[in-house]
């Protein structure tokens, strides 16, 4: 298995006392090339797992193995290295740095971890996600979907093992989203990537090769 | 790291506002410690480069006497055989001209003089000449200005005592001649060899007697100073009356004069900086508050938190840097300016430039200082996650006890650098860290009252119409931007309130003391047997002679048995070899009006004997008391024409010098002086302006020997010095309230951005732009008013405080430069404001939507 994930638990503290459990042991396996769509109610908790499964948050109890590493026994700066090279994040708010142009956008995670950056390799990601002619562009001049497709290419650009993409539609309109997803998964498909898609759209979720509800901090 | 410089620098050049206007408040806070320091170093540097030529020599022996046959051989035996020698007499003495007679300073030199330096004359003369023609015949030399103020031409003459002189030669510059401004009266030259036939060389002139020595370029002045001064003490005792004087002791007196006055600069420049730091670091907080979700998103792209805060620390130095760059440029352009609110105190060849220290200095403060003002705001970089980009909803939760204190720390290495600059400017570490303290302490007050005005809105906007309601709220709600205003407002307002404040009442009291009538004249010099006749003459012209003195000149012989130099030693802690033991000694039946005992008893009106073996009684100046380490009961033995007298201190006074009474440091009980032979010293009250030229002149024709001096034309010469040395004070103080703007400026225009998707709310519900705009500027001019305000009060307190503990209580109330701040302020923070919310409101409100 790629990715497993077993018996986790999370729990935010509340600002009075107390706390509130979020996650009571979640659990899953996916296999290299399977795509998988997490959905639930606003609160359920899928944004908070599809945290831990990034490495950006850690359990309570449980563990999160990735690519044969649990990612809950690395150390900060260690998780932060495995999740740069492994990892894709994708944004529902697109998270672009604004003062960066479509192209140094893309290229930023590849110049933080000091890998080579080829003029070629921006040149193929950037026709890939056909932005080709807007690389020079900054994100607040770009369309919302086209920011997407921006942090699609930038989340693709470290070949990462698994793509996590948190609700990738939910902020572009009908006939946008289809179009991102539709490049996503075509992308994914072409790649045979690993995707964990967490989303309230059923049209987008229903394009993954498994769906797990997530429901009173279970998955089901 | 090539890559974050890029990234930074990209922020830096995308950010231009917030890269402009926390360099402008940078470089402005930074500027005036630029001036300060350029100045000091440059005058510094001159000193350093000119005591030789300042004091013409490298070595004087300095004496009210004549130096005695043996104390030349020894000085001569002492100092190589080869040094060449200078000699000169100087004393103060009317001086009648055509039609004019005045004070000056005589001063009888030798064919050597000077020994460095050299004079600059009006004309090509050869000094060789000048100093030959002097030597010859009864001529003069003297500068064009003094000529004019005696109403003389070349040629003309010009009576000194007895004798008649013609002035012969004018100089622009002369060789000690650096700080004139502080000269008492005009400087005339005349040769030694000609002054005799004045007939002013006799008992009861005060003159002092010089003989330069210059040595050889490998001899060590300072060490042959100590090995003479042994030598003359061996011969005449350890508190003989001959004084050595160094470059050091110039350099001493000197540094003296110019340091006061810099240290009261540099820590006003201190508060330009102060300001500029809060204002930097609200720039940074809203600055970062944008950036901490590209710092989390660089977070979760795989940046470690070490290359966030090299990004940051990185961006902060580059515009702390360019900021100093940009505060050198203004210094270079400033100083010169500055340097004019000094002209006729400083040196006339001091050339301003920028001191290389104070360049490195501002560059470092610049550099590392934005990084220490903006820390508190820059820890929180600390605890950016990554996992907020997924949980953008939650907002700033309220730091707890550990944060705070967090918080507390972060603001040490800031006010550590401050302690240390003004720690560096005033020269003591104390009173750098009581600066500090005073400027945090004045923050933390208007703070508390920023804060309780702020809370009071919540309740004053309940019981107001919309407009005002949204004023008070706005007010209320954004506590943090408009209490940043209000203090920025009110630091900046109490400096240059405090300044005029303080002025105002010295002037006051330099002109006219309080209670007290200011006379027209000083007479020095009286003898003995001019007492009956003078008192005749003022009578006989309508005017009375008042509070005459007795005057003996005398040595502190030994203070509690142990011998006086010793004693100074051991309560100043340093060689007291080379300072004076002469002293004026006078007695007087009842005080003067303008002196009190604060401590002790009154002197003994009946008359002390030798026969009663008791010592006499002795009031002190309190201020001089605490100079020479003495107090209430303490025995003094004293050496009056060569007698040798034991007398108690039983009381401590205090004087007002600004009375211009004949004062002295020490009054003798009656009957100590009565056979010592003396001079008498009077002030003349009341005589018309109109009157003063022909009662001096008729003055001086008859009793030529005393001394008058122009007591209101003191008053307008230290009126004049005070008004330059309080015009550069009021120069910094100006530079903090730009700085002070600047930083509402800045706030205002973060505050118009930070609201502007509220601003377009109200639009999209039917605000008008002239509603909103006017909402906007009555906030900033309430906060103005407010803050000024309090900081006008507040200066008046502070400023009586000053008054109270440095000026001898001398404070009086001026209104109009408060007045003026008080309309001021609100106005200008009003317009700011206007400025700063135009370019919001000219969007479109349909960016809401976007």
């Known amino acids: 298995m790629l990715i497993e994930v077993e018996n986790l638990h999370k729990a935010y503290p509340l600002p009075e006392s107390g706390s509130l459990q979020v996650l009571t042991g979640a659990a899953f396996s996916l296999s290299a090339g399977a795509t998988l769509a997490i959905t639930g109610q606003s609160g359920s908790g899928k944004s908070t797992l599809i945290a831990l499964l990034a490495g950006l948050d850690r359990p309570e109890s449980g563990r999160v193995v990735v690519s044969g590493v649990e990612l809950t026994t690395l150390r900060e700066a260690e998780l932060t290295r495995f999740r740069a090279e492994n990892i894709g994040i994708i944004f529902q708010q697109f998270h672009l740095m604004p003062h960066l142009t479509a192209e140094e956008n893309i290229s930023l995670p590849l110049e933080l971890m000091r890998r080579p950056c080829t003029r070629e390799k921006i040149d193929a990601i950037l026709d890939k996600v056909g932005l080709s002619a807007r690389r020079d562009h900054l994100p607040g001049q770009l369309s919302g979907g086209e920011c997407q497709r921006v942090a699609i290419a930038r989340a693709l650009i470290v070949d990462p093992v698994v793509l996590l993409a948190d609700e990738p539609t939910g902020n572009l309109d009908v006939a946008t989203g289809r179009e991102v997803s539709d490049l996503l998964f075509d992308l994914v498909n072409r790649e045979n990537m690993t995707m964990i898609v967490v989303t309230h759209n059923q049209e987008l979720a229903g394009r993954c090769s498994q769906q797990l509800r997530l429901e009173q901090g279970l998955l089901q | ?850």
């Open chain 2, 1 to 850: 790291m090539k890559f974050l410089l890029r990234l930074s620098w990209r922020d830096i050049s995308r950010n231009r506002r917030f890269t402009l206007l926390f360099l402008v408040n940078l470089a402005l806070g930074l500027a005036g410690f630029m001036v300060i320091g350029s100045f000091s170093g440059s005058l510094n540097r001159y000193l350093d480069g000119n005591l030789k030529e300042i004091l013409t020599a490298d070595l004087v022996l300095q004496s009210s006497r004549p130096l005695t046959k043996q104390e030349i051989e020894i000085s001569r035996a002492m100092l190589q055989p080869e040094a060449r020698i200078s000699q000169q007499i100087s004393f103060y003495s009317m001086v009648k001209g055509s039609t004019v007679a005045k004070l000056a300073q005589i001063v009888a030199i030798d064919g050597a003089y000077p020994l460095y330096g050299s004079f600059r004359y009006t004309g090509s003369f050869a000094h060789s000449r000048v100093l030959n023609d002097l030597q010859q015949e009864r001529k003069l030399l003297m500068s064009r200005e003094t000529a004019r103020t005696f109403d003389l031409q070349l040629g003309d003459t010009l009576k000194i005592g007895q004798a008649e002189y013609q002035v012969a030669f004018f100089y622009e510059q002369d060789p000690e001649g650096e700080f004139t401004a502080l000269e008492l009266a005009p400087k005339i030259y005349l040769s030694i060899a000609q002054l005799g036939d004045s007939g002013l060389i006799r008992f009861g002139s005060r003159i002092t007697y010089k003989r330069f020595f210059r040595l050889s370029a490998s001899s060590d002045a300072a060490a042959a100073a100590v090995g003479l001064n042994k030598a003359l003490a061996a011969v005449a005792g350890e508190n003989g009356s001959v004084r050595i004087v160094t470059t050091k002791d110039v350099n001493r007196r000197l540094g003296r004069v110019v340091g006061y006055f810099g240290k009261f600069l540099g820590l006003a420049s201190m508060v330009a900086l102060f300001l500029a730091g809060m204002s930097a670091a609200y720039l940074f907080r809203e600055h970062l508050q944008a950036r901490l979700k590209e710092t989390a998103i660089m977070l979760c792209l795989g940046a470690n938190r070490r290359q966030c805060l090299l990004l940051h620390a990185g961006q902060l130095s580059v515009l702390g840097f360019l900021a100093a760059c940009m505060s050198i440029f203004l210094g270079w352009w400033l100083l010169p300016l500055f340097g004019r609110l000094f002209t006729g105190i400083i040196p006339p060849n001091l050339h301003l430039m920028l001191d290389p220290i104070s360049v490195i200095i501002t560059l470092v403060v610049g550099t590392i200082g934005s990084l220490l003002f903006c820390l508190p705001v820059y820890l929180r970089l600390f605890t950016v996650q990554p996992l907020q980009l997924l949980h953008e909803q939650r907002g700033d939760t309220e730091p707890g006890i550990k944060g705070m204190a967090l918080l507390g720390a972060s603001l040490l290495p800031a006010l550590a650098m401050l302690v240390l600059l003004a720690a560096s400017l005033s020269g003591s570490l104390y009173q750098g860290a009581l600066f500090t303290a005073g400027l945090v302490v004045l923050v933390v007050i208007f703070s508390l009252i920023a804060g309780l005005l702020l809370n009071r809105c919540r309740h004053w906007s309940r019981k107001s119409g919309l407009t005002w309601k949204i004023v008070w709220r706005n007010l209320h709600r954004n506590r943090l931007s408009t209490g940043a205003v209000f203090v920025a407002i009110a630091t900046a307002v109490l400096l240059v309130n405090l300044v005029p404040q303080v002025e105002n009442g010295l002037m006051a009291e330099i002109g006219r003391p309080e209670g007290m009538e200011l006379p027209v004249f000083f007479l020095i010099d009286i003898q003995e047997e001019q007492q009956q006749p003078l008192r005749a003459f003022f009578q006989g012209s309508g005017h009375e002679l008042s509070s005459l003195a007795p005057m003996v000149r005398g040595r502190i012989v030994s203070v509690n048995s142990v011998p006086f130099s010793k004693w100074r030693q051991q309560q100043s802690g340093v060689d007291a070899v080379f300072r004076r033991t002469e002293f004026n000694f006078s007695s007087r039946e009842q005080l003067d009006a303008s002196e009190t005992v604060v401590k002790g008893l009154p002197v003994r009106p009946t008359p002390w004997s030798w026969e009663s073996g008791q010592p006499f009684d002795i009031s002190m100046e309190e201020q001089f008391s605490e100079r020479l380490g003495v107090t209430l009961g303490d025995r003094m033995v004293v050496d009056i024409q060569g007698i040798e007298l034991e007398g108690q201190i039983v009381n401590l006074r205090k004087v007002r010098w600004n009375s211009f009474q004949p004062n002295f440091f020490m009054l003798l009980q009656k009957g100590v002086l009565d056979d010592a032979p003396k001079t008498y010293l009077a002030s003349i009250s009341r005589v018309a302006p109109e009157e003063k030229i022909q009662v001096v002149n008729r003055l001086a024709e008859r009793f030529a020997n005393i001394s008058v001096i122009d007591v209101t034309r003191t008053v307008e010469l230290l009126g004049d010095i005070t008004a330059k040395l309080t015009r550069s004070l009021r120069f910094m103080a100006w530079l903090a309230m730009a700085t002070g703007v600047v930083a509402v400026v800045s706030i205002a225009r973060q505050e118009a951005l930070r609201r502007e998707r509220e601003i377009n709310l109200l639009r999209v519900l039917g605000a008008g732009v002239g509603r909103i705009r006017m909402i906007t500027m009555m906030e900033f001019a309430l906060l103005g008013g407010a803050a000024a305000l309090t900081a006008i009060l507040l200066s008046y307190g502070c400023s009586y405080t000053v008054a109270w503990l440095l000026f001898d209580r001398i404070w009086q109330f001026q209104w109009q430069s408060g007045l003026l701040l008080l309309g001021a302020l609100p106005i200008t923070c009003a317009m700011i404001a206007f400025l700063a919310i135009d370019s919001v409101l000219r969007r479109k409100p349909v960016a809401l939507l976007s």
